[in-house]
């Protein structure tokens, strides 16, 4: 079985999901880089709090966890949208038998899409299960997630317990920034991860 760990550093916002609605714009994964940084810059004038929302406690613990985590430099991955965890998992063979462990403030199981791409940031699972229906899933949520689909509630195991992730085997990690879900003044903590990451990792020779 090859274990996944994959964190989404939208969980980490110290905002609730009323919040998130009323700060946040309403963005997806494909609007131009631009255009975002415009709809944010507009929010932290309409809402000038939006500057002192900062990481809740479970950075920290992630933080120390991946201190001790020790993988192969080529299994570490990190992206802005969440959607590139799918051609990371397509390039695994299929017959391995895939743990995924998704830190996530969203579930991803979704169905909406458009366009000609049906994988995007909100229904990459979906889509990992329909091809691979054997795969083992793991869900850390905040308490206010939404937890619903439209088949019903999010059908795989599901926790708020983030120190679980201490009774996990990971052979990669994946970590996106996902920056319309992110406020831009907190940059500097998701690269704050990806450098307690790098710290840890090895070439294999």
């Given at each position: ?8 550093f939208?969980?980490f ?9 009323l ?29 002192k ?16 985590l020790?993988i ?5 991955i ?19 038998q ?15 899409y ?29 308490n206010?997630?939404?937890i ?15 120190k ?12 996106c920034?996902?920056p ?26």
């Open positions: 079985m090859v274990g996944i760990l994959s964190i989404d939208d969980y916002i110290n905002a609730s999901s009323q919040e998130r609605d700060y946040f714009p309403n963005g997806s994964d494909d609007l131009p880089k631009k255009m975002l940084q415009s709809m944010w810059k507009k929010r932290y004038l309409s809402y000038p709090e939006l500057r929302v900062g990481v809740i406690n479970d950075y920290y613990i992630l933080k120390e966890f991946l201190m001790k020790r192969p430099k080529e299994n570490f990190k992206a802005d949208s969440h959607k590139y965890i799918k051609k990371f998992i397509d390039r695994l063979p299929k017959l391995l895939l743990r995924i462990v998704n830190i996530d403030f969203h579930h991803d199981y979704y169905h909406y458009q366009g000609s791409d049906n994988c995007n940031c909100g229904n990459w699972l979906r889509r990992v299960i329909e091809e691979r229906p054997n795969t083992i899933v793991k869900w850390i949520r905040r206010d997630s939404q619903h689909s439209l088949d019903g509630l999010f059908p795989f195991e599901n926790t708020e317990d983030i679980s992730i201490y009774y996990e085997n990971f052979d990669y990690v994946f970590l920034r996902s319309e879900w992110s406020p831009p003044h907190l940059n500097s903590k998701f690269e704050e991860l990806v450098s307690t990451i790098s710290k840890t990792l090895y070439l294999i020779s």
